[in-house]
């Protein structure tokens, strides 16, 4: 079982960055062992794949399009943290964001990879 909590979400003006952090606390199996994503929900939409990071070292990442070059992916395995670096916000980056983890192996792109996600974390951009 893994419980994750996401912070640092909240109103942003375009361009400007943000900073979003997950807490993750494993009951059996240590942080590392897991991979760990980002995704997004706005309203009326499905949510959507921001960025993953493999287990371990993090030594793999992978990001969405719309985020590739403006986001960063990163973890810290001794504070059990996954951290999201967002720059040159977007009015249509506005979303809930999600942390999420998963055991398995292979793709971490999509939503169904993942077994726990956090409550996620509300991120608003203006123009």
């Known amino acids: 079982q893994v419980q994750l909590v996401e912070s640092g979400g909240g109103l942003v003006q375009a361009g400007e960055s943000l900073r979003l952090s997950c807490a993750a606390s494993s009951t059996y199996y240590a942080f590392p062992d897991y991979a760990a994503g980002w995704f997004r929900q706005a309203p009326g939409k499905e949510r959507e794949f921001v960025a993953a990071?493999?287990?371990?070292?993090?030594?793999?990442?992978h990001y969405a399009e719309a985020v590739e070059g403006r986001f960063t992916i990163s973890r810290d395995n001794i504070k059990n943290t996954v951290s999201l670096q967002m720059n040159n916000l977007k009015v249509e980056d506005t979303a809930v964001y999600y942390c999420a983890a998963t055991r398995m192996r292979g793709s971490t792109v999509v939503a169904g990879a993942y077994d726990y996600w956090g409550q996620g974390t509300q991120v608003t951009v203006s123009s």
């Open positions: 990071i493999s287990y371990g070292d993090g030594e793999n990442t």
